[in-house]
């Protein structure tokens, strides 16, 4: 009995680690889901200005593209390059997908670094670069990993998995587990630094003068996009790797 007592003491124990948070979030609830509102709202924000942007680049299309369709062609170009060369000769199916996390992660942490987001004041927590928030970061990862499985199911079908016993099915476990730490690596390799780089700043500004931490925040920014382009480079890495059906 003592010791029944005792492993539910531990388990609640558990219970009660389990719900903290660290710090707060504003939340709607919709249907039996509760969402972190301000990550809705700060990624409707960064998805308006990727599409505005857009239309109002391709509305009217030159021959001679202008700066703003000359800009952008280059964009597609540097993501054509980034998976052809990580991907590929069969790179053209997922120009798209690796555009996408590439444009959405580099105008989030751009948004969080020049867009004023504390001046809005929400009930609860506040604004925030979208990659600022964790599930942010693991449902991009847990995307590229459905298409990292995605690739090479569609071009090998079953035979896909006999990947994980070569060379030797001693290496079955090892092979798993390194399939489900790419998007835990992933995940936590955005969120880290994009973090890291936000406390930097709110620790200078808390010690010196807005004078002295302004460099430090344009290198936020450097650092914003080299982690955009770190993200969607290993995306295409994984999903060439699935591709090729090997390590």
Known sequence: MNVLLCYINTLNRFFDISAVEVGQHFYWQIGDFEVHAQVLITSWVVIAILLISTILVVRNPQTIPTSGQNFFEYVLEFIRDVSKTQIGEEYGPWVPFIGTLFLF?????????????????????????????????????????????????????????????????????INILEDFTKPLSLSFRLFGNILADELVVVVLVSLVPLVVPIPVMFLGLFTSGIQALIFATLAAAYIGESMEGHH
Do not use: C, R
């Open 105 to 173: 992660i580099f105008v989030s942490n751009w948004s969080g670094a020049l867009l004023p987001w504390k001046i809005i004041k929400l009930p609860h927590g506040e604004l925030a670069a979208p990659t600022n928030d964790i599930n942010t970061t693991v449902a991009l990862a847990l995307l590229t990993s459905v298409a990292y499985f995605y690739a090479g199911i569609s071009k090998k079908g079953l035979a896909y998995f006999g990947k994980y016993i070569q060379p030797t099915p001693i290496l079955l476990p």
